[in-house]
């Protein structure tokens, strides 16, 4: 069962474009990370959201946390080809035993110069 | 401080034989994860450890599939009479403590072990 689901799947913009990337769930989370993978790494930390409402903003990106701590998207402006890789949300629930973070589908997006 | 050190980077077997994947965590973390990835996908979360404890193996196939993180050395994933559908990245992260309300809970990754099975 796959808690997170993304949108869209694939992106093909040109460099300049705008962009937002929505992850959703029906499940509450205690916290929300994005992150950036590109073609044979691992994926990489842009930022953790914990506050439902909460926006952060990193350069050009801004994610916002859903009031019910349910949804995240993560919005991209003026989109330059080093932004082209794979993006996932993860979403964590502490308390319990485990730790696990639960990732999303994936959104792959290509930045065309 | 070095990242977190996956080897081999890339492994091909042949269907049947076993495949061990290693994992070496940062630098002061005790907190081991593994999960594995399909070309494009999200990752699919399969165990997490501490040293010397499986904390949740819900992910892992029932089968076939093992993991350890032994007192000394790095954390192992071993599965044995590999098939074809076992092809993918695995991916280890760390962290260095059980994440709360006072932690961000970030996983730092490694660059991942590619399994082909022939």
């Known amino acids: 069962t796959q808690l997170l689901e993304q949108s869209p799947q694939f992106l093909s913009i040109q460099e300049g474009e705008n962009l937002t990337v929505y992850c959703n769930s029906s499940s509450v989370f205690s916290s929300l990370q994005?992150?950036?993978?590109?073609?044979?790494?691992?994926?990489?930390?842009?930022v953790t959201v914990v506050t439902g409402g909460e926006v952060k903003k990193l350069k050009r990106l801004t994610f916002q946390f859903g009031d019910a701590r349910k949804d995240s998207s993560l919005h991209i402006t003026a989109a330059q080809p080093g932004d082209t890789g794979l993006y996932l949300c993860a979403g964590a629930r502490y308390g319990g035993a485990t730790n696990k973070l639960i990732f999303g589908t994936g959104t792959l997006l290509a930045v065309q110069p | 401080n070095a990242g977190?050190?996956?080897?081999?980077?890339?492994?091909?077997?042949?269907?049947?034989?076993?495949?061990?994947?290693?994992?070496?965590?940062?630098?002061?973390?005790?907190?081991?994860?593994?999960?594995?990835?399909?070309?494009?996908?999200?990752?699919?979360?399969?165990?997490?450890?501490?040293?010397?404890?499986?904390?949740?193996?819900?992910?892992?196939?029932?089968?076939?599939?093992?993991?350890?993180f032994p007192k000394e050395g790095p954390s192992i994933l071993r599965i044995q009479q590999v098939v074809r559908g076992d092809s993918a990245a695995y991916f280890c992260a760390s962290s260095p403590k059980f994440p709360d309300r006072g932690s961000s809970g970030e996983l730092f990754f490694g660059e991942g072990s590619r399994l082909t099975v022939l």
């Open chain 1, 34 to 46: 994005w992150y950036r993978q590109e073609p044979g790494e691992g994926p990489v930390l842009l």
């Open chain 2, 4 to 68: 977190v050190m996956q080897n081999p980077r890339h492994l091909v077997r042949r269907r049947g034989q076993e495949a061990r994947l290693r994992c070496s965590p940062m630098k002061g973390h005790s907190h081991v994860y593994w999960y594995r990835q399909l070309p494009e996908e999200g990752l699919k979360f399969m165990v997490y450890l501490q040293k010397e404890n499986i904390i949740d193996e819900s992910g892992m196939p029932k089968e076939r599939f093992s993991a350890e």
